[in-house]
Structure formats: C-alpha cells, structure tokens
C-alpha cells in the first residue's frame, strides 16, 4: 500500500498543533467540555477524520514517526511516581486491591463476552480474545502480538486485522466515554472534591498564583532533572527485569523508581528543593499527557475500521454497554460511592476499553474540572500498567486454549 511516512520533528509539532486545534473546538463545541472529553481527544480524532478522508481519495496511507511521543510517554508516569506520597500509598493499599480484583473480574467478563459474540457469529472461538482483552485492554501492542498466533491456530486470516481495528476503536470509545461517565456520576451524586487544591497531573482552570511555587525556567529544569534521574534508574531496573524473563513497559519501572525517589530524597537531603506536587512538574506531566495523546488519536488509521465487520462490530457494542453496566452498577458502587469513584470509574473506562494513558487523560479533564483525586492518579496506573499486563497474559493463554 502506498504511503507516506511523517518524520518524528514533524509529528510532534503537529502533535502541538492537535492539541491547540483540541482546545479551539472544545470551546466552540459546548457539548466537548461539558463532558470532560480531553482536548487531544477532540483534536486527534479531527485529524484522523482528515488522514482517512485523504487516504480515500488518494490510496495513500499516512504514517506517523512516533519516536517522541514514547519519550514523553515514559516521562509522563515519571512525573506520576515522582507525585506519590507512601502516605497516599497505605491509605490506598485496599482501594489498591478493590481495583485489582475488580479489574481481574472484568478482564475475565470481557473475554465471556468476546466469546458468546463471536460464537454468535459463528467466527473461530480463540478469536474471542481480539475482541476481548486482547484488544481492548491489551491494546494495539497486544493485539498486534496473539494476532498472528490465532490466524495460524485458527486459518483464520483475517485474525491480526481484526485486532488492530478492534483496538482502535477501543481507544477512541476509550477516549470518549469516560469523561460522560464521571459527568453523570458527579452531577447525580451531587459528588465534590475533598482534597487540597495540590497539583497532580494538570493545573486547575481556574489556578491562582501562589508565590511560594512559582513556575520558571529553574523549577521546570529543576523537575526535568528528577524525571530524567528517575527514567535513567528506572531504565537500569528494566534491563534488569528483562534479564530475569519478565516482558515489562520501561515506563513501570520509572513510576516505581520515581516513587522511591520522592519517598527518601526530601527526608535524607531536607536541604533541597524537591519538585514533587509542584506546579511545574504538574506542568511537565500535563505538557507530555498532552501531546502524547494527541500524537497517539491523530495517528488512528480509521481506515482499518472498516474491515471490521458488522458482526464484529456488533460484539464491540455489547463490550461497550457491559463496560458502562458493569461501571455503573457495580465498578463505582464498590469504589466507595464517592467523589473519587468518580474519578476512577473514568480511569477504569479508558483503561479497560483503551489504554492506561488514555486512562489518566480522562480522569485528568475529570479532576481539572471537579477538583483533585490524586490517590486515584497513583492507585490506576500500578493496577493499569503492571499487574493487567501480567495477568492478561495468562487469561488470554486460558480462552485462546478453549
């Protein structure tokens, strides 16, 4: 197929230019801010819409170098463990677990649901898993790997292609659902913030200035250098964990190294000025979020979609309506009811149909919004991005092996 290949400087510049093109349209479009829908969501799916408009008309596919955007990603969960508390971390060791046994079950319900579907359709059983956690939790990563596995166990050919189009519509459901679905919670709970106006992942909309945490170029490079400190350890800890047989992302060992970093740096070297939970490392983390997602919606071949299918697509709509199902009825009731189970009831909607950093930009655009819920900011990503790749592994193994 004939294609175009975008260079990496240029991807990320467009990538700013997503963003800002977000930011004009959700203040054009009243119904995009209202539901918290992320301003790089709005703007990537806009371009996407646009690349797969010039791919129908030319035959050429658009491809995009995204180099950059898996730097920014790394140094976007480094900002995250460099914001955790071991304080947040006790208080949170049982929502912690609520949210991994819950995770496990719904990982564990969207491959039942995968399979009925796809037995409705008369499709192969082990095919059950593109889409299922495979695609949707898994991801593009996921699914691009079993892909390939299940065609030659199958002959189904088409088995790696429905993969990738199934986690690409997961995404954009990802990116689209969670903010409506903590609206709703928030607004029919008449739900609110009980946390200090600390600067977790983004600044607030309507942040005042505070001349004891002033943002200039010594406090940016001064949070630059934890991350990059934090991302250089964390990358030693990766090359160790691969040693030892372990499939990991970089960016888990640098949120944990970046969570010891914070909990024994300030106690051992007072002296110092720690830029944990200021607003210049919010800065930094939301600036990389930012232009990460951007980056990861406008390069969406929506194309791929259409080799679908509507039995395909038919399945994808009943894991859509048991997600919300399971959410609302169960999911936010058993986070506590609370503001907070707001917040992670966006989180566990953009993780579980999409991916962990769409995850963070939900309940980001959330808490900009309503205010702050940090200890669900530390408590989805260790649950999102560690424990799920492992476990997914071995759910996959079970249904493809049925």
């Not at 991994?100 to 579907?117: D, E, I, K, S, Y």
């Not at 292609?161 to 997961?170: K, R, Y």
């Not at 990991?248 to 002296?271: A, D, E, K, R, W």
């Amino acid at each position: 197929m004939p294609e175009i290949i975008v260079p990496a400087f240029i991807s990320v510049t467009l990538g700013f230019v997503v963003f800002f093109l977000g930011a004009f349209l959700t203040r054009k479009i009243v119904v995009l801010g209202d539901y918290n829908i992320p301003e790089p969501v709005s703007g990537g799916l806009a371009v996407a819409l646009l690349t797969w408009g010039f791919f129908a008309i030319t035959g050429q596919q658009i491809t995009f170098d995204l180099e950059v955007r898996d730097y920014l990603l790394v140094v976007f969960f480094a900002t995250i463990g460099l914001n955790a508390q071991i304080a947040d971390l006790f208080k949170g060791g049982r929502l912690l677990l609520l949210l991994l046994g819950l995770t496990l079950a719904f990982m564990v319900l969207q491959n039942v649901v995968g399979l009925l579907g796809v037995t409705l359709f008369g499709l192969p059983a082990a095919t059950s898993v593109l889409v299922g956690s495979a695609s949707l939790i898994g991801g593009h990563g996921t699914a691009i790997a079993w892909g390939p596995q299940i065609e030659e166990l199958t002959r189904f050919g088409a088995a790696p292609e429905m993969g990738v189009a199934a986690a690409t519509l997961g995404l954009i459901l990802a990116a689209v659902l969670g903010g409506p679905i903590a609206k709703r919670l928030i607004d029919r709970n008449s739900l609110q913030s009980d946390q200090a106006d600390e600067p977790i992942v983004g600044l607030e909309f309507d942040d005042k200035e505070n001349p004891d945490d002033l943002i200039n170029h010594v406090s940016l490079m001064r949070g630059m250098l934890a991350v990059h400190v934090a991302i250089l350890l964390g990358y030693i800890v990766h090359l160790g964990i691969i040693e030892a047989g372990v499939k990991l992302p970089l960016f888990v060992p640098c949120l944990l190294v970046g969570i010891v970093m914070s909990n024994t740096i300030p106690y051992l070297m007072p002296s110092i000025t720690w830029p944990a939970r200021t607003k210049s490392l919010a800065v930094i983390s939301d600036y990389c979020l930012s232009v990460f997602l951007a980056m990861s919606l406008m390069s969406l071949q929506l194309w791929t979609l259409a080799e679908l299918g509507g039995p395909i697509l038919a399945v994808l709509v009943l894991q859509v309506v048991m997600t919300v199902a399971f959410i609302l009825l169960i999911f936010f009731r058993l986070m506590g009811s609370n503001y907070q189970g707001a917040v992670l009831s966006a989180g566990f909607a953009g993780f579980t149909l999409g991916a962990t950093p769409t995850a963070i930009a939900n309940m980001s655009s959330v808490t900009k919004r309503y205010g702050p819920a940090p200890l669900a900011f530390i408590v989805l990503p260790l649950v999102s991005a560690f424990f799920v790749d492992l476990a997914n592994a071995v759910i996959i193994q079970f249904f493809v092996n049925l």
